[in-house]
């Protein structure tokens, strides 16, 4: 069974599955799924707990010895096992073997970032979807976040004015980490529960974070204020020009590919399934960039990536982060009427 986020409490209400796969990038909202299924399997006696990192050093035989061995703190127990790199090595044998003599008494959790669409093509990864519970946690997109912003804040019963709400969006944006730890010291300095726009702009420093990936679908959609802005965060914290400009690259010739699968008469949502464009905010950007720019603009955008690649390498006297801006403004184009 493959679920989301919001899906999880509603099946963890129904029955508890021997084997969990939480994958993501954001960690609060997958320390969050991993607590909920912590809470569900203690609820149901399995006390006693193993954890293991999945490194070059892991003996998956000790741990599937752990499934057979006898517990001495209770009867059940759950092995937690963290996948650092998103791969799981020779662990596939243990997964399959497991969850084909999967008993009652030991629960396994599988902590991993997102898994890569080799990762996910692989048969221990089906064979968690066919026979237990692979929790996939998706980014909260911009558009999302002010709304995430606001049921968060209700559930510690604030109630923020629009302007208040605003300003803490743009502050956190990004960072669901910090956004969870403000809400909670805003409860404090909040004792009414009243949060105004003076209280956020004097307790509440910038702390936004974005990604390559985020800049480069920001760029597509043509959204020009907050890619500049994502572009000046990116720059503060020290991201190399080149890998920036290797994901908008990656995405203007997908954009160009796409545009002539379309032409030969070829449906968006079959060209993503046969590149294998898996990821929900990547198929939405190069969808709506493919209905925006014509397929002249979206090549001249490509080229303009020539000129900022000699900048990032030092080869002309430029800045790669100015031609970056260059190009988010003149990736905001809408197509020539005809």
Known sequence: MRLNAPQLAGALEKTLAPLYLVTGDEPLLVQ???DQIRSKARSQGFEERKVYQADNQLDWASVAEEVSALSLFSERKRLEITLPTGK????????????GNAGDDVIVLLISPRLDGGELRKKWVKTVQDKAVHVQIWPIEASQFPGWLA??????GLQFSEAAQALLADRVEGNLLVANQELDRLSLLAPNGKVDEA???????????????????ALLKGEVSHGQKMLSVLEQEGYNGLAVLAIVTRDLKQLI?????????????AYFKTHRINQRQQQQALSAASHRLTQAQSERLL??????????KGCDNDSPWRLLRDLLVQAAQTKTPT
């Open 32 to 34: 969050e799924a991993c």
């Open 88 to 99: 799981i090595g020779n662990g596939k044998d243990f997964i399959e073997r497991f969850l």
């Open 151 to 156: 049921h968060r804040a209700r559930e510690r």
């Open 199 to 217: 209280l956020i702009d004097s307790s509440v420093l910038d702390s936004s974070r974005f990604t390559v990936f985020a800049f480069a679908e």
């Open 257 to 269: 590919a796409l545009n002539q699968a379309r032409a030969q008469g070829q449906q968006t949502a």
């Open 303 to 312: 080229k303009s990536c020539v000129l900022i690649d000699r900048a990032a």
